[in-house]
Nanobody
């Protein structure tokens, strides 16, 4: 069974950085669009960025500049580098995998992703 496990979350001061990891087991990240999302209490899940099988990223407009999505297919791991964090970035961060063979440009947001991790909490203190 395919599992995604996020790690690297925690509490950081405003202006700080964190690097999240998402390790896939029971399957492969090759040939799959992978993505990062986040959800704050009372808000809808929002997309941060995605990574195509060739490690080419795309970002939601509001996330461009401070967030970097990358992957290591050999290790079945997806990464999210977050810089210049603010309290507004406090949320549970999730990684997800899309259907096999569908590149990220053919995905339509969170509903298109098939497999999800359990999430990791990121808290940014002021």
């Amino acid at each position: 069974r395919v599992r995604l496990v996020e790690s690297g979350g925690g509490t950081v001061q405003s202006g700080g950085s964190l690097r999240l990891s998402c390790e896939l087991s029971g399957g492969s990240s090759v040939d799959y669009c992978m993505g990062w999302f986040r959800q704050s209490p009372g808000k809808e899940r929002e997309e941060i960025g995605t990574s195509d099988p060739d490690d080419s990223p795309t970002y939601a407009d509001s996330m461009r500049g401070r967030f970097t999505v990358s992957r290591d297919n050999a290790k079945n791991t997806l990464f999210l580098q977050m810089n210049s964090l603010t309290p507004e970035d406090t949320a549970v961060y999730y990684c997800a995998r899309g259907p096999m063979g569908r590149w990220c440009s053919y995905m339509s947001g969170a509903a298109s992703f098939v497999t999800w991790g359990q999430g990791t909490q990121v808290t940014v203190s002021s």
